[in-house]
């Protein structure tokens, strides 16, 4: 398996594995900051890389009234400060080619959401800046499909790539995980990520926001833990009744130390197979 670098990290193989956190989306600066603070202590704590993830814009919100951050200009800066206080790496979603060259000055990893997975335009765009790039896996594809999407980047030069699971689409305002695309995505020698919190979302399921379950967020993590992954995904929150996008599928951060201890076993054990 390729590995690769983020930061002073790298992800892959037998390197340990990395948690990407954050609140879905940025909500100012000092409550964005704080939590990544709160977790960076956990992390610190606990020995595990961190990448700080949130988002400047989420534009694929259910209703057009739904906040959806700070923008672009704005949303960098926030980030670049943020990077700058935690010193860990950032990420966050582009949504448009236009989006890439700027986010890519600040951003250490450009990810493509998963509604956006087989935009060829977005992610040559993404691949010609030479960071690298997370794809989420659209709740419309198989796994086996992820395979075009790497082929897609490889076209711009770009080996620089992870893969993340989030669940597909089951129905109406439902999503399951098939815990084999996992294994199946992992094995075309790619870092593949897991995201708890989004796979436990109901598209949605609440009108005109989407609902979640979040109580399986634990359950979701540690049988991908025990399937092999190489960096586990989740949205954490202070206050998740409060959080301004995703509330109900995000982890609080109360509850993830403990969460991420279990996780941390059962990859120790999966690992030493």
């Not at 037998?14 to 960076?40: D, F, H, M, S």
């Not at 694929?60 to 923008?71: A, D, E, I, L, T």
Request: a neutral charge.
């Amino acid at each position: 398996m390729k590995t690769v670098a983020v930061g002073d990290y790298q992800i892959g193989g037998k390197e340990p594995l990395v948690l990407i956190a954050g609140p879905c989306v940025i909500e100012g600066y000092e409550r964005t900051l704080a939590i990544g603070k709160a977790v960076k202590e956990i992390t610190d704590r606990l020995g595990i890389p961190y990448i700080f993830k949130a988002s400047y814009d989420k534009a694929n919100r259910s209703s057009f009234h739904s906040f959806r951050g700070p923008g672009l200009t704005e949303g960098l800066a926030i980030l670049q400060k943020i990077k700058n206080e935690l010193r860990v790496p950032v990420l966050s979603d582009v949504h448009e080619t236009i989006q890439t060259a700027p986010a890519a000055e600040v951003l250490d990893v450009l990810q493509i959401p998963a509604f956006l997975c087989r935009q060829t335009d977005l992610l040559n765009s993404a691949g010609q800046t030479g960071k690298v790039v997370n794809v989420k896996k659209g709740q419309f594809l198989a796994p086996w499909d992820m395979k075009n999407v790497i082929n897609k980047l490889l076209e711009t030069g770009n080996e620089k790539i992870m893969l993340t699971e989030r669940g597909a689409s089951f129905g109406y305002n439902n999503l399951v995980t098939d815990m084999r695309s996992l294994a199946i995505m992992r094995s075309f020698g790619y870092p593949v990520v897991m995201d708890a919190t989004h796979s436990v979302q109901i598209p949605g399921g609440q009108g005109t926001t989407s609902g979640g379950n979040s109580e399986f967020v634990p359950h979701m993590a540690r049988a991908a833990a025990a399937v092999g992954i190489d960096a586990l995904f989740l949205e954490v929150h202070d206050n998740p009744a409060e959080a301004l996008s995703d509330g109900p599928n995000m982890v609080k951060l109360d509850d993830l130390e403990t969460l991420l201890k279990d996780v941390l076993t059962i990859d120790a054990l999966v690992r030493r197979r």
